[in-house]
């Protein structure tokens, strides 16, 4: 008569599973498998909302403030990112060049752009250790050919670990 390997429960012929594990078993298993998932997604979750209040932390496009003590200089970092303008061109300059005014698309996609270039600089920053990111510079270029039209973002700056008490630059 078969055994399951886990829980030794010989009164199972027929509802043996896999691997010599009853079925009992294999729904156990299977259950502490999930549970596993979950916690583990959970971990993710905090993790990345741990990185979103992280990512928070001071950038400046100046090289010192009077209220921060730079204790030491990183690392120079770089965000880069590349947006199609022909999406742009499609839905809003059209109209704009007709009518004239701003264009609420272009500017949305111009602010996303720079959001998320300065989000990654400071995800590059924590991943340095840095407390604080200075002399923070954004740079725009179009990168064009072939017909098609590309915005091109680049935030640089300066990670830095601040003082903690007094002292520093």
């Known amino acids: 008569m078969p055994v399951c390997e ?8 027929i509802s043996m599973g896999r ?6 078993c294999e729904q156990e298993i299977e259950l ?7 916690a ?3 971990r993710a979750s905090q993790d990345e909302r741990a990185l979103q209040a992280a990512a928070s932390r001071i950038i400046l496009t100046t090289e010192s403030s009077l209220d921060l003590r730079i204790e030491r200089r990183l690392d120079i970092i770089t965000a880069e990112v590349v947006i199609g ?9 059209a109209f704009r060049d007709t009518f004239g005014g701003r264009s609420a698309t272009m500017q949305k996609g111009l602010r996303d752009a720079r959001k998320t270039a300065l989000d990654e600089l400071r ?11 200075v002399a923070v510079d954004l740079d725009y270029s179009e990168i064009s050919g072939g017909g098609k039209s590309m915005l091109f973002l680049v935030a640089s700056g300066t990670a830095v670990k601040l003082a903690t008490t007094g ?3």
Do not use: P, T, Y
Request: proline share 0%.
């Open 85 to 93: 303008m022909h999406l742009f061109r499609d839905i809003a300059s």
């Open 32 to 38: 502490e498998r999930k549970q596993r998932g979950i």
């Open 6 to 13: 886990r829980c030794n429960n010989n009164r199972l012929n």
């Open 40 to 42: 583990s997604e959970e």
């Open 123 to 133: 995800r590059e920053a924590l991943a340095l250790g840095a407390d604080a990111v």
């Open 167 to 169: 002292g520093g630059e």
């Open 19 to 24: 691997n010599g594990i009853c079925l009992r």
